[in-house]
């Protein structure tokens, strides 16, 4: 399995983004999928993800309202769509699928992506 992110970049504060990520080698539709998140000298925290064949979608209480992750299994991608980005939302965005049903943490999560850069400007 290996996961491919994308859509990382150089943003301004307040402006909206969105972050995709593909799998080969398997399908989502088997997997809880993730995006996790990482900033310079903090560790990987969970930002949404998708259990239980996507039937249940959780949400980090700071991404609450400005978040939205979504999974197209035909299509095998799973997306996440930011608005409203603050300076603090600087971090490396993981992609992840678990091959357990349900899974928050990110020893939960058996594939990563490499990870895709958002850098919001105040």
């Known amino acids: 399995v290996q996961l491919q992110a994308s859509g990382g970049g150089l943003v301004q504060a307040g402006d909206s983004l969105t972050l995709s990520c593909t799998l080969s080698g398997g399908t989502f539709s088997s997997y809880a999928a993730g995006w996790f998140r990482q900033a310079p000298g903090k560790e990987r925290e969970l930002v949404a993800a998708t259990v239980w064949a996507g039937t249940r979608k959780y949400y980090a209480d700071f991404a609450k309202g400005r978040f939205a992750i979504s999974k197209d299994n035909g299509k095998n991608m799973q997306s996440l769509q930011v608005t409203s980005l603050k300076p603090e939302d600087t971090a490396v965005y993981y992609c992840?699928?678990?091959?357990?049903?349900?899974?928050?943490?990110?020893?939960?999560?058996?594939?990563w992506g490499q990870g895709t850069l958002v850098t919001v400007s105040s």
């Open positions: 992840a699928a678990s091959s357990h049903p349900y899974g928050l943490g990110p020893r939960d999560y058996h594939y």
